[in-house]
């Protein structure tokens, strides 16, 4: 996340926080200008900046005098106070003087270079009584300088030394630091809103129950994280219900399923006993078929190892009867004796089973079923039907998806092919069988058993 992203609240916190840090101090600074203007202005009226500066422009003249500052800022400072006055002198009694100089004044020259700093009330001419003694120190000497008559100290005269370079470096410090600190104190804020993210991300339909933690998030954000907590029980129900609904909607189908095939059984054997018989299979797979999406989502699963040859001939012995009624042919072939997987028998059989049941629907008639495993752990289903396009192969496990229009099925039959494949860790893919028709291959981890 970038620091200047405007959509980051961790950017607006800085940008905002450093700004009004800045903004604060400039304020402070304004406000505080005032009570220290009256503060100097009662102690001290005469600005003594002015001074100072008339001092560091003093030049020395051939002989080591001083002579008065060069025309200019000086020339303005005389014209714009006419009573101004000065005496200056170094460490080698040199000396420069502007303006007239009272008694009380020349008795005091003496003692200047004793001095660093002083107020004087009442020194200078009736029109200038103030002055003001400073030290200027140069490079190569010290001057003392005694004047009166300038400029007295206002607001804008305190706000000037605000502009001083050390308050300068003392805000851009405070900024850069802000620009420094912010971000990781904002960051150590907000991580219990990236603990709270983490754990929403790790919510599944899979895993319900799971529940964001108040405990590490700011008090701001309890209402939010107890909103969606709410929001996911209520989620968590609906699911429940649905899965309750489901459940008991294929045990109750099942039963009267089950008393219409005895009864069908019983009815003289010829073509109309044989269609109806079919017709109530397909109503047997889709009870069946709706207790296997509820199982899935329930997570009922348990894995051993299997024989799959074993497992793919008892489901392809079971499917007999429903191929030979549709006036299908039902091979099975085995490359080996014995191949052996870790698999949930019930989830796995169900899942050839739909297989079948698909090649006996969408074969066509008198069309040649060949269930087959392989030494690699496949379990293959091929029919001399018309095969699956290609653009087709992806868009059949989709639940409720079906490419031709079938006046029965619910398009679910694939789709809990795949689910129940992927919870083996496995693959299934379709393609083209020797001869045409369609061919889907399941590929399932082999497990090996060490001998004894």
Known sequence: ??????????SRLTWRMAALQAAVLLGFAAVAAIPITRLIADKQGLDVTVYEEIALELAAGPHGQLLAPKAGVFDQLVRKYPSLWFYATDADGNVARHGPLTPAVLELLDELPRLTSAYLPDV???????????RVDRAETSLWIIGGGGPEIRLRTALTAFSNPIFIALLVSLTAASFI???????RLLQGVARVAAEADAIDVEQRGMRLTTSHVPDELHSLVTAVNAALQ????????????????AHELRTPIAILQTRLELLPDDAHRGRLLLDVARLTNLANQLLDLQRLDVGVTRFQPVDLVELAAQVTADMAPLAIAAGDELEFDAEVDR??????????????????QNAVIHGGQKATIRVGVGRDGALRVADTGPGIAEEYRTAIFEPFRRIVPLDHGAGLGLSLVRDIVLRHNGRILVG??????????ISLPVVVIAGP
């Not at 200078?124 to 400073?134: F, I, L, S, T």
């Not at 600190?181 to 960051?187: D, G, S, Y």
Request: charged content about 30%.
């Open 124 to 134: 200078g001419p009736d029109e200038a009584r103030e002055a003001v003694v400073r």
């Open 1 to 10: 996340m970038k620091p200047w992203d405007r959509t980051s609240l961790r």
């Open 234 to 249: 209520r989620l968590d129900e609906g699911i429940e219900r649905r899965e309750r609904f489901l459940a008991d909607a």
């Open 432 to 441: 083209d069988a020797p001869g045409g028709g369609a061919l889907f291959e």
């Open 181 to 187: 600190f912010i971000p990781i104190l904002v960051r």
């Open 339 to 356: 191949v052996t997987v870790s698999a949930d028998p019930g989830s796995l059989s169900r899942a050839l089973a739909n297989l079948i």
